[in-house]
C-alpha cells in the first residue's frame, strides 16, 4: 500500500516519535508504516485519517492506482 504519510508528517514538522506518540504506536510502526514494510490495521488506518483530518482514501492508495 502506498502513502503519503511522510509528507503529512513533515509539513507538521513532526518527527516519527511525534507521531507514533499521537497515535499510541512504536516509532518503529511509523517507519515501518512509511517505507511501505507494513500496512496498518483498519483501527489505526481510521487513527491516522482523523489526527490529519483526511479522508482515508487521501492518505493510503492502492499500488494498481498509481498514476
Known amino acids: 500500500m502506498l502513502n ?14 511525534d507521531l507514533a506518540e499521537r497515535l499510541e504506536v512504536s516509532r518503529q510502526s511509523v517507519n515501518a508504516i512509511e517505507t511501505g514494510k507494513y500496512d496498518p490495521s483498519l483501527p489505526l488506518a481510521f487513527r491516522i485519517a482523523e489526527l490529519f483530518e483526511m479522508p482515508i482514501e487521501e492518505i493510503f492508495t492502492s499500488p494498481s492506482k498509481k498514476d
Request: no cysteine; glycine share 0%; proline share 0%.
Open 4 to 17: 503519503n504519510l511522510k509528507v503529512l508528517r513533515a509539513i507538521r514538522y513532526w518527527s516519527q516519535q
